[in-house]
Nanobody, 119 residues
Framework: QVQLVESGGGLVQPGGSLRLSCVASGIGSRIGFSTFAMRWYRQAPGKQRELVAVIASGGSTNYADSVKGRFTISRDNAKNTVYLQMNSLKPEDTAVYYC?????????WGQGTQVTVSS
């Protein structure tokens, strides 16, 4: 069974930085972590879950307009890990951040990690 485990969330002041990590386990060697598109979503209280960033198997990336220029998604296929570097954080970035792995009909989610931006 594929599992995704996020870490790196916490409380940070506006303008600060955090790096989220998501480690995948249970992915068979036949398919491999590198095959999966990896995504970060977030959900703020009372709001719908929104896509923050995606990195394709080939390494191309896309970002929500609200985080462009501030967030960077990357992956280390040797470590089965995807990262989200978040700089210049704003109070409106406060949310639970979720990692997602997708390939074909396969779709997996982590349990989420809380990010709170507050002074």
């Amino acid at each position: 069974q594929v599992q995704l485990v996020e870490s790196g969330g916490g409380l940070v002041q506006p303008g600060g930085s955090l790096r989220l990590s998501c480690v995948a386990s249970g992915i068979g060697s036949r398919i491999g972590f590198s095959t999966f598109a990896m995504r970060w979503y977030r959900q703020a209280p009372g709001k719908q879950r929104e896509l923050v960033a995606v990195i394709a198997s080939g390494g191309s990336t896309n970002y929500a307009d609200s985080v462009k220029g501030r967030f960077t998604i990357s992956r280390d296929n040797a470590k089965n890990t995807v990262y989200l570097q978040m700089n210049s954080l704003k109070p409106e970035d406060t949310a639970v951040y979720y990692c997602n792995a997708g390939w074909g009909t396969q779709d997996y989610w982590g349990q989420g990690t809380q990010v709170t931006v507050s002074s």
